[in-house]
């Protein structure tokens, strides 16, 4: 199921940021404080 991802505050200004990496896979069950993507 799709969902949003908030990036968090990134600093004045910044509105956007690219993704260089993503360490889970579709059906991956999370962690809390897991690293999601860079």
Avoid: H, R
Avoid at 10 to 31: N, P, Q, R
Wanted: net charge negative.
């Amino acid at each position: 199921m799709p969902s949003d991802f908030a990036l968090p505050d990134l600093g004045e200004g910044i509105e956007e940021a690219d993704i260089l990496k993503i360490y889970v896979k579709e059906g991956d069950t999370l962690a809390v404080d897991q690293p999601v993507m860079e």
